[in-house]
T-cell receptor, first 113, second 113 residues
């Protein structure tokens, strides 16, 4: 999973600020997935993207959260006006084909103070 | 409602013991994956099982997919402290659902030297 790069590894934001989490998939992978993990919990699906397209956003909160995967550059998960409840580890995974085996990055740990 | 139930939630054993952890669901999956996650890291894919009744071995780890493709088990022989971690199962292609990967909450294994 070292091939999927996420940054930053740790992010601290004050309530009301914006958080931007970046994910560069493994070389040759055009499918990206974002997951959220709370302490002692499994991973909750948020969104699935291909280049320039959102395929499945059924796990994304309706407000303040957005994701993109532009033609050039990393995938971005954006959280506007963060609240304490947004504190979690956010993981990105990539796969070469539609919903085949996914490889995860090391995650971004967001702390909202 | 959790689609995938993992048991036990916590397991603490001594080095050299054998153990089995379970992943159960009422849904049929097209495939099921097992991951191991260490603190502060992303999940690392261990195995994917696809065929009902399939058994896969990875050194001291044995994975089985139930005949009906609703459940799976992971058996570890002669556990070592290096096996300590959170073991997550994830199902894909749940019957009647989308193809996104759905995770259980995990089994937290501690192997004491």
């Amino acid at each position: 999973n070292a091939g999927v790069m996420q940054n930053p590894r740790h992010l601290v934001r004050r309530r009301g600020q914006e958080a931007r989490l970046r994910c560069s998939p493994m070389k040759g992978h055009s499918h990206v997935y974002w997951y959220r993990q709370l302490p002692e919990e499994g991973l909750k699906f948020m969104v699935y993207l291909q280049k320039e397209n959102i395929i499945d956003e059924s796990g994304m909160p309706k407000e303040r959260f957005s994701a993109e995967f532009p033609k050039e550059g990393p995938s971005i998960l954006r959280i506007q006006q963060v609240v304490r409840g947004d504190s979690a580890a956010y993981f990105c995974a990539s796969s070469p084909l539609h919903y085949t085996e996914a490889f995860f990055g090391q995650g971004t740990r967001l702390t909202v103070v | 409602t959790q689609l995938l139930e993992q048991s036990p939630q916590f397991l603490s054993i001594q080095e050299g013991e054998n153990l089995t952890v379970y992943c159960n669901s009422s849904s049929v999956f097209s495939s099921l994956q097992w991951y191991r996650q260490e603190p502060g890291e992303g999940p690392v894919l261990l195995v994917t099982v696809v065929t009902g009744g399939e058994v896969k071995k990875l050194k001291r780890l044995t994975f089985q997919f139930g005949d009906a493709r609703k459940d799976s088990s992971l058996h570890i022989t002669a556990a070592q402290p290096g096996d300590t971690g959170l073991y997550l199962c994830a199902g894909q292609g749940a019957q009647g659902g989308s193809e996104k990967l759905v995770f259980g909450k995990g089994t937290k294994l501690t192997v004491n030297p």
